[in-house]
């Protein structure tokens, strides 16, 4: 059964993806209108006699519906060449990761569904031929609403306007990254509040001194961003075996690829094994809403995207910074699962999950590369290391303090003016932290003369 539902729910999820989704749905709604006002035609009797003395058709219906087509056509025409200028400025400004998340926003969607809706629903009237007398009041009303539908875009053109404008403003982009990975988080967390979700580390599932593993192989490429875990669940429990999954979400997969294993004892048949691809979530490109680490790495290539030198604006990647604090500070409060047991206690799917460290050598260590010769970077990563210390366990402590004293030697080697290093040295233990930071800043190396 989940075999024959996989492509109809793989073709609706990328549907509802594109950028063609809301567009679609506006123009429909747009059609049936055009239906009503054409294919059920009211009489002048079965209207209110005030609204027919009131109402009177315009002398040249066609050439009004005309103008009102045209005009629409080139508003979308400009509005598309203004998008097309937004996403060339976003993409050399911030990253092109960046482009199609853009384009692809529901309030874009919206604007772009009403054009074409307003172009549709001009259209049909302007294809009818003209109507009798009797039904006249009707189909005026009908090209009344025409002319609002137009009015309706031009206000819809001025909030597209500030919107794009709005959408590649530094503060906006980072805001609206970390807005979007901490709802993605959140919502794996909520997902994750049953007892069934654990951590393995205090779990105590049963293991088996040499358990047989069938591996379950890939058909096809792709970036492998989730998995429906409970679904794998029920599978693994109607084979009486452990999933075990090899692969972090978010990874690249290439075509037979043993990307997860049965611990079962005996291999199962090809038609369990179609069932188990089936509830895997490929996709072409990085999703936030299905992987919150996306949000962060993104955050991060913001940032050495500034720190390049054609851009040269620490500014942003300082703010990108303040962002992806906060991000990791809600991470180290809340500890994803990697386990999933049935009614009876028993384990049966588990997954890998980027551990705190490693997480934060990607998101600290490029930034800290590319920002080496820049003292406020390094000063900024040091204040993030900081903060983090005050939530992190003795674990994650440890975690923390490599990477202080990694941003301690780079700016030791970078501060070589004395006033640099008076003024680093005075700002290293500044702030309430829980790390173990030295007082001045050493020489690099360390028989180096003073200056």
């Known amino acids: 059964m989940i075999r024959l539902l996989y492509w109809p729910i793989h073709l609706f999820k990328t549907f509802r993806q594109s950028i063609a989704y809301l567009p679609s749905l506006l123009a ?52 598309f060449s203004m998008v097309m200028s937004v ?23 919206w604007v772009l569904g009403h054009y074409l809706g307003t172009i549709l629903f001009a259209l049909v009237l302007l294809m009818t031929p003209d109507v009798t007398e009797g039904i006249a009041t009707w189909r005026t009303l009908a090209v009344y609403l025409a002319c609002l539908m137009v009015i309706h875009c031009l206000a819809l053109f001025v909030y597209f306007i500030h919107n794009a404008s709005q959408s590649i403003q530094v503060d906006a982009v980072a805001a609206d990254l ?6 993605s988080m959140q ?17 105590t599932p049963p293991i088996t001194s040499e358990p047989p593993y069938h591996p379950v192989h890939t058909r096809q490429a792709g970036y492998l961003l989730n998995a429906d875990l409970t679904t794998l ?5 109607r084979a009486e075996g452990t999933l075990h999954l090899h692969f972090h979400f978010g990874d690249y997969v290439v075509a037979g690829m043993p990307i997860l294993s049965l611990e079962a004892p005996e291999a199962p048949d090809s038609g369990w094994c179609d069932e188990v691809r089936a509830t895997l979530t490929y996709m072409e490109g990085e999703s936030i809403s299905e992987h919150y680490v996306f949000g962060m790495t993104q955050l991060m290539e913001v940032a050495l995207k500034a720190l390049s030198p054609g ?22 409060e809340w500890r994803p699962c990697d386990a999933l047991f049935d009614q009876d206690g028993v384990c049966r799917v588990t997954w890998q999950v980027e551990e705190f460290d490693s997480l934060v050598f990607r998101l ?40 202080a004293d ?39 190396p360390p028989d180096r003369p003073p200056q």
């Open 28 to 79: 429909l709604a747009y059609a049936v209108l055009a239906y009503v006002s054409l294919f059920l035609p009211i009489s002048d009797e079965q209207l209110p006699s005030v609204l027919v003395k009131l109402i009177e058709p315009p002398e040249s219906t066609r050439s009004l519906l005309a103008a009102l087509l045209g005009g629409m056509i080139s508003l979308m025409v400009f509005s």
């Open 406 to 444: 990694r941003v301690v030697e780079t700016l030791a080697q970078t501060a070589d003016h004395p006033l640099d290093r008076r003024f680093v040295s005075d700002h290293l233990n500044r702030g309430s932290h829980r790390l173990s930071l030295p007082d001045t800043l050493p020489r690099f």
């Open 233 to 237: 669940a029920t599978l693994a429990e």
């Open 364 to 403: 600290f260590q490029p930034i800290l590369t590319y920002g080496r010769e820049d003292l406020s970077i390094g000063l900024e990563l040091l204040r993030s290391l900081k903060t983090l210390s005050q939530f992190a366990d003795r674990r994650d402590i440890k975690t923390l303090q490599a990477h």
């Open 311 to 332: 851009i040269n604006d620490p500014g942003t990647a300082r703010l990108c910074l303040h962002r992806l604090t906060d991000l990791l500070r809600r991470r180290l």
């Open 187 to 203: 919502a794996l967390q909520t997902c994750q509040s049953g007892e069934e979700w654990r951590v393995l580390s205090t779990s």
């Open 87 to 109: 996403l060339s400025q976003a993409g050399g400004q911030f990253s092109h990761k960046l482009v199609f998340g853009l384009i692809s926003e529901r309030h874009h969607q």
């Open 178 to 183: 970390h807005r979007t990975t901490l709802t």
